[in-house]
């Protein structure tokens, strides 16, 4: 549920105050300062490295689907090959490389990525969509491929809402109040929603058992029941290395969403989300990308209501807020290189507002771009 649009750069209704940049995150090195290099620390290694040598790796985006920035992104530092089915897919088009694979279900859709990797030298598999993480997470384990994702069955119950729940509980984490269908709920309102979703799909406010009841028999899959938190939405953009060390957690908030998607957010520079974010990737043991939904209740506090073990909607927001040469896309095609990286949890640029539109390519009657567009020069005008 996105919060109402409190105008651009203004702080979320109910957020913690900043406790400013001095107080270290409990187990970390003494911060010095979001946004500030280490006091003393050498330039980062990437910064100036040769785009050459960066590029001589491949990295390899599923389902990549109209995420044309994290597919442009990445393009920037590496040879990438996109692989979607439909060739209406955008982001295609940005990539060096972009193939047609069998579908997610199809037995031979892993031997096919595994060909796209000998071919083009693939040291990373980077997925942009939710359903083929599982399918990967068995491809990596059994060393199939070279995929930034985490344990099958941490990714399975990442999938399930509920499980998630289940999980999130066992380890110590903050998950609000969540039941199933037939289950006694001890507070009203709540939400009902799928146990696998995504895009906000089919989320209802329920006020009393006899609108649960409703909106469990109304939504056409297997469904659950939680506490509707009060409160400011806000994601936590991490990355992870292959050991399952957070490298860093870059929190956000939620000014507008379409879809569930968010479209309009600031970045902040709050303590205790910059933590919880760590904690979470940590005992999941995630490796690459991922992000953390949140809210904080009136009532109950910290609540995650959702973790995708991918790259979330908002992208934009860890970029414009990274130190140079700590982008995510960046980190990853260094440790796709082999490189060890050392965790820099809570040194990025808060206050930076992200706001997203759309834009769109010309095909032709082959389905190839035209290069043309709508202006000219192509592309969309420099803001001003």
Known sequence: MA?????????????????????????????????APPAGAAPDRDVGASRARRRDVGVLLTGVGKRYDIVSAFAKHATVVAADPNPLAPARYAADH???????????????????????????????????????????????????VPDPEIARATFDKYEAHLLLQRLGLPSPPTVLPGERVE??????????????????????????????????????VQWLMDGPEFSIDTL???????????????????G????????????????????????????????????????????????NTRFGGAFPAPMYAA???????????RMAHGEELEPHVGEFRAGITFTRYFWQLELDEQLRPTA?????????????
Do not use: W
């Open 372 to 384: 043309r567009d709508i202006v000219d020069p192509p592309g969309p005008r420099r803001p001003r």
């Open 98 to 148: 972009r193939c047609a694979v069998p579908r997610i279900d199809d037995p031979a859709y892993v031997p096919a990525l595994r060909q796209l990797c000998e071919e083009h030298e693939i040291g990373a598999v980077v997925p942009l969509t939710d359903l083929d993480i599982e399918v990967l997470a068995h491809a990596r384990a059994s060393g199939q491929l070279p995929a930034f």
């Open 260 to 307: 569930g998607e968010s479209i309009k957010g600031t970045v902040i520079a709050d303590r205790e989300l910059v933590e919880l974010g760590r904690r979470v990737v940590e005992a999941l043991r995630v490796r690459g990308p991922c992000t953390v939904q949140v809210f904080r209740d009136r009532e109950i506090g910290l609540g995650i209501t959702d973790v």
């Open 240 to 258: 992870s290395d292959l050991h399952g060390r957070c490298l860093n957690a870059i929190p956000r908030t939620m000014i507008e969403s379409r």
């Open 3 to 35: 919060a109402p649009d409190r105008g651009v750069g203004a702080p979320p209704a109910g957020a913690a105050p900043d406790r400013g940049v001095g107080a270290p995150l409990a187990g970390a090195a003494p911060d010095r300062g979001v946004g």
């Open 323 to 333: 130190l140079p040469g700590r982008t995510y896309p960046e980190l990853i095609v």
């Open 187 to 224: 507070h009203f309102p709540v939400m009902v929603k799928p146990r696998q979703g995504s895009g906000a799909r089919s989320i209802h406010r329920a006020d009393d058992a006899p609108a649960v009841e409703f909106f469990v028999n109304y939504i056409r899959e297997p469904v659950m």
